[in-house]
C-alpha cells in the first residue's frame, strides 16, 4: 500500500538555522504531496503542496520539491524562527489516493 | 482555503457513556469526509471515510459498531463513540474533500477524555 517514511525527531535547532525535514514517498502512480504544521493543542494547517513532479510547493518561506525520481518531498527553509516551532507531516493524497500522512517530525527552535 | 469546523472542541465523559462529535464543512460542500484519530506525539490514524449519503469505509482495525460515523448531508458529518472506555481517550480530527479538490481541509480537532 501507499506509504510516507520522515525522518524522525526532534529536531533541534537555533534560530536563523537551515532546516531540512526530509520525506520519502511509496506509491502508485503520482500522488500530490501535501505538508502539514499542526501546533500544540490545534488541528492540521496545510503549509504547501506540490501536485506533479518537479513541481515546488512553497509557503511562509518553506519550500519543497516534488522528485519523482527519488520519490520524495524534503521541507526546507533557510532561516528558521521560535514560531515554527511545530510538529510537522508529509502527506500524500488528492485525486482518488486515501490520505496517508507520515509520523510527524517535531521541530524545536531555541532563541 | 475552506473551513472546517468541529464540536465540541474538547469532552470528558465517564466509562461507559456515548459522545457525538461534529464536523462541518463551512464553505463548500464536502462529498467526501475522513476521520482521523491522532495518539499523543503521533502521526493521524486513518479511522473511516464517509461519503455522503452512503455508509462508511472503515480501516482495518476500526470497530464500526463502537465508532459510528453518519455523513448525512454535504456539510455535516459525525461521529459517536458509543460506550466509551478509557483507551478511547484520544485526539479524534475530521477532515474533508470536496468532488475534485486537491487537498484536505482539516477541522481543529476534538479532544475525548474519559473517566
Known amino acids: 500500500g501507499d506509504s510516507v517514511t520522515q525522518m524522525e525527531g526532534p529536531v533541534t535547532l537555533s534560530e536563523e538555522a537551515f532546516l531540512t525535514i526530509n520525506c520519502t514517498y511509496t506509491?502508485?502512480?503520482?500522488?500530490?504531496l501535501f505538508w502539514y504544521v499542526q501546533y500544540p493543542g490545534e488541528g492540521l494547517q496545510l503549509l504547501l503542496k506540490?501536485?506533479?513532479?518537479?513541481d515546488k510547493g512553497s509557503n511562509k518561506g518553506f519550500e519543497a520539491t516534488y522528485r519523482k525520481e527519488t520519490t520524495s518531498f524534503h521541507l526546507e527553509k533557510g532561516s528558521v524562527q521560535v514560531s515554527d516551532s511545530a510538529v510537522y507531516f508529509c502527506?500524500?493524497?488528492?485525486?482518488?489516493?486515501?490520505?496517508?500522512f507520515g509520523r510527524g517530525t517535531s521541530l524545536i527552535v531555541h532563541p | 482555503g475552506a473551513v472546517v469546523s468541529q464540536h465540541p472542541s474538547w469532552v470528558i465523559c465517564k466509562s461507559g457513556t456515548s459522545v457525538k462529535i461534529e464536523c462541518r464543512s463551512l464553505?463548500?460542500?464536502?462529498?467526501?469526509m475522513f476521520w482521523y484519530r491522532q495518539f499523543p506525539k503521533q502521526s493521524l490514524m486513518l479511522m473511516a471515510t464517509?461519503?455522503?449519503?452512503?455508509?462508511?469505509?472503515?480501516e482495518q482495525g476500526v470497530e464500526k459498531d463502537k465508532f459510528l460515523i453518519n455523513h448525512a448531508s454535504l456539510t455535516l458529518s459525525t461521529l459517536t463513540v458509543t460506550s466509551a472506555h478509557p483507551e478511547d481517550s484520544s485526539f479524534y480530527i475530521c477532515?474533508?474533500?470536496?468532488?475534485?479538490?486537491?487537498?484536505?481541509?482539516f477541522g481543529p480537532g476534538t479532544r475525548l477524555t474519559v473517566t
Open positions: 506509491a502508485t502512480g503520482y500522488p500530490s
Open positions: 464517509s461519503n455522503e449519503g452512503s455508509k462508511a469505509t472503515y
Open positions: 502527506a500524500l493524497g488528492g485525486g482518488s489516493y486515501i490520505p496517508t
Open positions: 506540490a501536485t506533479k513532479a518537479d
Open positions: 477532515s474533508n474533500r470536496g468532488q475534485g479538490v486537491n487537498e484536505q481541509y
Open positions: 464553505d463548500f460542500q464536502a462529498t467526501t
